[in-house]
């Protein structure tokens, strides 16, 4: 397990997303009311970025087929098959930075 700066926390405001890489994972860290959380990036239906997708209170909605997740733990919310759920990450911030471990 390691630990990766993900940003500022000025650089993920409230509601916003952002996409991070770690050892050639995509991840993607959302601030959801001043709360950091931490899943992969990648739809496990057919490998949409979901940091491209949409945001709304705790759940993300992927661009591509609409699936819905839960950004605090990865899990599916809804889609029309089932699908895998999404490994999360434990976030910390320090000072003004985000970190994830990975």
């Known amino acids: 397990m390691g630990k990766i700066l993900a940003g500022k926390t000025s650089e993920i405001p409230p509601g916003k997303m ?30 949409a970025s979901l940091s491209e997708g949409t945001i709304e209170g705790s759940t993300l909605t992927c661009p591509w087929h609409g699936s819905t997740w839960d950004c605090k733990n990865g899990k599916l919310i809804a889609f029309a ?8 990450y434990k976030t910390t911030v320090e000072a003004d930075s985000v970190f994830v471990e990975t």
Do not use: P, R
């Open 81 to 88: 098959s089932q699908i895998k759920d999404l490994a999360s």
């Open 18 to 47: 952002i996409k991070v890489e770690s050892d050639g994972k995509d991840i993607l860290v959302a601030n959801v009311d001043g709360n950091y959380f931490a899943m992969d990036d990648t739809c496990t239906h057919q490998g």
